[in-house]
């Protein structure tokens, strides 16, 4: 008979380690439950399909189960969730949601991508069902509904101003509803320095966002939100205080948990049981500058993680050389985007940090469209080396992230990016390329102290 | 008495390597000689302006001599040629156009920025004034006057298919003239392998510029470009052939000549005479890929070769670390990009080069104003390590190149490029930036052969 490959979970970390082992072994049989009504989707694109961008949610699927089954030939079982694993037996406990019945299901290999679940804060009412996150395409489909019902009249309050709370704030602004974020924090924006955050604070609050920053929600309630500094009234509330980690059903299990409790891997994505892997939102990863393992729930982290899982359990062989936690987002109209250790950061894992931040443009100033953007950037004192970077800027400033992601990926010094051979033409950058020119910046304060 | 600097030629080059030499030296006597009319400009701007997309030429000029003279305290001297370079005495004979008189400047340190001079054919007719070059901006306040005055029934032949030539092609298209551009090479772009300059070559035709490859220019006469197919009338004749370096003066003065009559350097700037440096377009580069000297007239090289000189000049340490010749430009509303070594280049280098291509798009697929890219990158077999990389698409696509330029300058593999952790949101790229979709294909390609 066939070794059986078992996936739970069926978004990016999952699909993408069936499709690579497919590739490897034909012989496999695969099959894969997901407790929700959609695999293989772009959770990223939820804010634009609320927001009216995109038309709709099935836009947002990269493959549908019917794909997955003929051209990979994954058995894709919706409505089915995992509800425990059991290594005796090797067998998964399997809930069949629509036809109300559980079965078991033997594995050879495991693949683990259960991916994460919105944060609550720990307050009265923060499980109630009105409290929306903004996870999978169910999520997605209440907050459409909600969003095309929105009209002028309609007032949301977010908690957390991470990406996605504040691409859903935007997302409602753009229905017309009254829209107000709260973070607890000095800024929003946690993944950026708070010098950083302030810029889009200040641009979400001149598209006309209610942002409150420094404010401790106290508990929910049905039309309302209560905080230190009174009461929201809110027809409706989204969570966007970051996800955890979905590791129960591992660590019941017996399978060992990592930092935030993330399931615990090596290299090459095993768990520490035989046969069993992991990838995605619900698994540790290890970050190249700090070198500590950290939890980076990112679509890219988990495709990445999950082609890895792919090529070792199909009998090949890769490593997964880590994260740098490079993000980029527009923010009504301002782009934003990190790599690396931001300067708190850096602090936070010991390093003794520079960091310098520059003014520049998108294009050469004389051209037409060309548009501000500040990059700040983080580096070593004594060897130099970068560890991070920031952009916050207007059109055609955040994709250069990618540039500082390339640096410190390859541990290069703020000297030695100064001289990177980087493109330049007058509608595309100044003669000197802002990353280039933060470099600069940067070199001299090394220099200078 | 100070010892005193003197700059041969007033752009990129020189006056980045006098104002670096200035802020380490305050005591310094800095004199600055130029030809023309203009010092420190973007001529990388003047199609721009050309075109009618930039107001003015004096809105290229970066720094007046005034700035210069305020800020750094350079005495720069317009239409003051320097004929003559005399070791002996230590004196540059310097002929003042404006006043009709030579006098002998004495230096201790000499500079040399002379630039590069349009390439003509070797053909009758090709020395003739009516033949321009876009070079400088005494090119450029003739080019716009021609501009300005073209209309509908001006006919412009462009003479040669490189940036420059194609820039300057649609920027005359954009003035309503005639334009067809006549290239001896299979395709236009020889900065770029054949396949991607194919691409070039259509969206020109699309746009209306009569496009002609391989065919040979027999010879220029006014009103008309003689060419192995025939003769095509012309009001204008522009040279977009390249460029040769500047170096007479340096090699009548007996300084060391290098790769194609370059300006011989070593890694400081240093020419072969003691206290005589160079950077920009008169001198040569060093590639970081082939390891052959090379000549590479850009802006970028100028800026970064001037910094070193003037750093080295003002007593500090510095070495020009090479070039990948990375290049942008934007041509008809395509966007095009290349660094490192092409297929060609890599194979005419010696290298047993792999090259695949593949097709994306700017932002994921489903989010409005997606735009259709190309990206082909070049590995080296056996290693593994990317070589170069090309990219030619819509609005988006180009400036990607430098991710490429900065895995190439790391010497990554392809492998490694697949795991690069590159920035991702639906309005900037697919959740697989398409950069790393093309390392797969190469990685795998390097795999499979």
């Not at 949610?57 to 995992?82: Q, S």
């Not at 309050?157 to 009254?178: H, K, P, Q």
């Not at 966007?240 to 990592?258: F, K, M, N, R």
């Not at 090529?311 to 936690?325: D, E, Q, R, S």
Request: aromatic share 4%; glycine share 12%.
């Amino acid at each position: 008979m066939a070794e059986r490959l078992v996936v739970i979970g069926g978004d990016a970390g999952g699909m993408t380690a069936a499709s690579q082992a497919r590739r490897r072994r034909g012989d496999l049989d695969i099959v894969a439950v997901e407790r929700g009504r959609w695999v293989s989707y772009s959770a990223c694109g939820i804010p634009y399909v609320v927001g009216g961008q995109v038309d709709t949610l099935d836009d947002l699927v990269a493959r549908t189960p019917g794909e997955l089954r003929e051209r990979f030939r994954i058995d894709v079982r919706l409505r089915h969730e995992a509800m425990a694993i059991d290594f005796d037996t090797r067998e998964v406990e399997v809930r069949d949601h629509e036809r109300a019945r559980t079965f078991r299901l033997g594995f050879d290999h495991l693949m683990l991508a259960t991916g994460a679940r919105p944060r609550r804060p720990p307050v009265p009412g923060a499980d109630g069902d009105h409290v929306h996150g903004v996870q999978t395409l169910d999520d997605a489909a209440h907050l459409l509904a909600h969003a095309e019902a929105a009209g002028s009249g309609c007032r949301v309050v977010v908690v957390g101003g991470g990406y996605v709370g504040l691409e859903i704030a935007e997302a409602f602004l753009n229905r017309g509803a009254t829209v107000t974020v709260v973070d607890r924090a000095p800024e929003v924006m946690q993944g950026l320095d708070p010098d950083m955050g302030a810029l889009v604070s200040a641009a979400m609050r001149d598209h006309g966002v209610d942002v409150r920053c420094g404010v401790e929600v106290t508990g929910f309630e049905p039309g309302a939100v209560h905080t230190v500094d009174g009461t929201l009234p809110a027809d409706l509330v989204i969570l966007g205080t970051g996800v955890d980690p979905e590791s129960t059903l591992a660590a019941e299990a017996g399978i060992g948990l990592g930092v935030r409790d993330t399931v615990a891997v090596d290299r090459r994505q095993r768990t520490d049981v035989d046969g069993v892997w992991a990838a995605g939102d619900c698994c540790q990863s290890w970050h190249r500058v700090s070198q500590q393992p950290v939890h980076v729930a990112l679509g890219t982290v988990a495709n990445r993680q999950g082609r890895v899982a792919g090529i070792n359990l199909g009998g090949g062989y890769a490593t997964f050389p880590g994260v740098l936690a490079t993000a980029v987002t527009r923010l009504c109209a301002t782009e934003v985007a990190r790599t690396g250790l931001g300067e708190g950061e850096a602090r936070a894992a010991g390093f003794d940090a520079v960091a310098e931040t520059i003014e520049s443009t998108t294009r050469a100033g004389y051209y037409p469209g060309a548009r501000r953007l500040r990059v700040k950037l983080v580096a070593e004192r004594g060897t130099g080396r970068l560890l991070g970077g920031q952009i916050v800027g207007e059109e055609g400033a955040a994709k250069r992230i990618d540039v500082v992601a390339a640096a410190v990926w390859n541990a290069m010094t703020a000297a030695e990016v100064i001289d990177l051979d980087l493109s330049y033409a007058p509608p595309f950058s100044p003669l000197w390329d802002p990353v280039a020119v933060a470099a600069r910046r940067v070199a001299a304060a090394l220099d200078a102290g």
